[in-house]
């Protein structure tokens, strides 16, 4: 139940609101998030790729949910060539 909690308390104020202000902060700063990836996921507090590109130095290449929704950007998302999405992306 503690889980549940701390991931819902993600999308919730104060929190949400906090981790938001961030990410602009990030997008101002130019350069992709991986955030605004199509195909950053979310699995429980953890974030993958589906393209199946490693976010994480460990285990299965995930990353911490809280980096990404603060605008943390990853040095592979920057060079990836299947990156997909809104802000920051070279080809939209």
Do not use: W
Request: net charge positive; hydrophobic share 30%.
């Amino acid at each position: 139940m503690q889980k549940v909690e701390e991931y819902e308390s993600l999308f919730q104020p104060p929190l949400a609101d906090a981790l938001a202000r961030k990410a602009e902060i990030a997008r101002a700063r130019g350069g992709r998030t991986t955030l605004d990836c199509f195909h950053c996921k979310a699995k429980g507090m953890r974030a993958y790729c589906e393209k199946g590109h490693r976010l994480g130095g460990l285990g299965e290449g995930q990353i911490s949910l809280r980096f990404i929704l603060r605008g943390y950007r990853l040095s592979n998302c920057q060079e990836c060539n299947e990156y997909e999405g809104g802000e920051g992306n070279a080809e939209s």
